[in-house]
Structures are given as C-alpha cells and as structure tokens.
C-alpha cells in the first residue's frame, strides 16, 4: 500500500508563488509510475492540474497552468513537486496528490486512473 503525504500549501497573493510536496511511501510493495495533482474549490468537481511519468520523464500539465505550474519528481526523495508561479485567485483549491503504477498518457488526467491519493494540503490565492 502507497501513503501519500502532501505540504506545502498556505496563503499567498495573487503572482505569487508556492511550491507543494508530496512524498510516497510504501513503494517497496507496490511500484508508483506515475504522480500527478489535482485540485478541488468549493462547489466545483476535481481538476487535473499536471502529471509526471517517473519512468519516462514525461510530463503534462493543464491548459489552465501551462507556462505557470511545473510538475517534477525527486527520485532518491520518493517525492513529486509542484512549483507554482504567477499564481491566481482562480488557483485556490485544495490539492491532492495521486499516484499509479502506471503512466496512462493521454488520460492523465482522469482521476479514476490513480490508485492512491493523499488528504491534500490547501492553496488560497488572494490579496
């Protein structure tokens, strides 16, 4: 089983920047491929944000943070980043991280891809 631990999140104002964390354990039993985040406002369904293939150094991100939002994994940390810059209201959402064994292209942005996902560590935008 794979726990999923995220941080990172606070408050900031609007072109400001945060970087999140989530570290994976318990990957000696079950291989993670694939990391990615989502995110979830009030009153709104889950939004895929960006994905990494750890064994592909591929990544996608969203149309929405394209250009802003940078997806990236730290292997000997078990860790996958999300650095975010030039960030937005629009941007406040609690974020989670997801992760699978396997990279699944062009539908990473599915949340019923990934297996495990973590608790989430919330981000508001505001001035």
């Known amino acids: 089983q794979v726990q999923l631990v995220e941080s990172g999140g606070g408050s900031v104002r609007p072109r400001g920047s945060l970087r999140l964390s989530c570290v994976a354990s318990?990957?000696?039993?079950?291989?993670?491929?694939?990391m990615a985040w989502f995110r979830q406002a009030p009153g709104k369904g889950r939004e895929a944000v960006a994905a990494?293939?750890?064994?592909?150094?591929?990544?996608a991100e969203a149309d929405s943070v394209r250009g802003r939002f940078t997806i990236s994994h730290d292997d000997a940390k078990n860790t996958a980043y999300l650095q975010m810059n030039n960030l937005l209201p629009e941007d406040s959402a609690m974020y989670y991280c997801?992760?699978?064994?396997?990279?699944?292209?062009?539908?990473?942005?599915?949340?019923?891809?990934?297996?495990?996902w973590g608790r989430g560590t919330q981000v508001t935008v505001s001035s």
């Open positions: 997801a992760a699978d064994a396997y990279w699944h292209g062009p539908e990473w942005s599915y949340p019923s891809r990934y297996t495990y």
């Open positions: 318990g990957g000696d039993t079950a291989p993670v491929n694939s």
């Open positions: 990494i293939y750890i064994g592909g150094a591929t990544t």
